[in-house]
């Protein structure tokens, strides 16, 4: 926990079969976090519950599904909470449903399975590329936010002092941009949207 960092959120995304029962879906986003996830204001659980940080620390096979995931699946007669599906042939629980979201230039944002980060590298493997996010305490901070996060990720990647850096580091200038001419209220929203990624 440092000083300057609020949270940070590791994603990795892939696409696979979602099962329940003899009903499948193929080709559904499913996303691995990390868990300080809960930070972020992009995950909610309008049925049910968000995992907890300490589900998905030690890897409980749970998952929050997508509206569109839930409602292709269960139908409107099953709750979909506390019924087991299976990820890729994984038995995964479901705890919470995200409220719908509609479709983005076309693509549906409501078919999707969110489940623990190390559950996800177990399925598809760890070698897949890993998205950081990052949330300052505060916007005038970011760049010292930036370094421990370089710092942290560094660690977690077992690299020695000498070792390049296997990962690259970017920040929207034009989001900064954005925050310092925008009054407050928006940029309280705007960070927590997207406060700045580091792409492994």
């Not at 929207?172 to 925050?179: C, H, P």
Request: hydrophobic share 40%; no cysteine; glycine share 8%.
């Amino acid at each position: 926990g440092s000083d300057n960092i609020g949270a940070v959120m590791a994603d990795s995304q892939g696409r696979g079969r979602i099962t329940y029962r003899d009903k499948s879906i193929d080709n559904v986003q499913v996303r691995g976090v990390s868990p300080d996830y809960v930070n972020f204001s992009s995950f909610d659980a309008e049925r049910g519950r968000l995992m907890s940080p300490t589900e998905v620390e030690s890897a409980r096979p749970v998952a929050v599904i997508g509206w569109q995931t839930a409602d292709r699946l269960f139908g409107s007669d099953v709750d979909p909470i506390e019924k087991m599906i299976q990820i890729e042939g994984v038995h995964f629980r479901v705890v919470g449903v995200s409220a719908k979201r509609g479709a983005l230039l076309g693509n549906s944002q409501d078919e999707f399975a969110v489940i623990p980060l190390s559950q996800f590298w177990m399925i598809f493997g760890s070698r897949r590329s890993l998205a950081l996010s990052v949330k300052p305490r505060d916007l005038a901070q970011i760049q010292p936010a930036m370094d421990e996060a370089t710092i942290a990720l560094r660690s977690a990647r077992r690299l020695r002092p000498k070792q390049p850096e296997n990962f690259g580091l970017f920040t929207s200038d034009t989001i900064l941009d954005i925050y310092h001419s925008a009054t407050n209220g928006i940029f309280a929203v705007l960070v927590g949207v997207v406060a700045l990624s580091l792409v492994v």
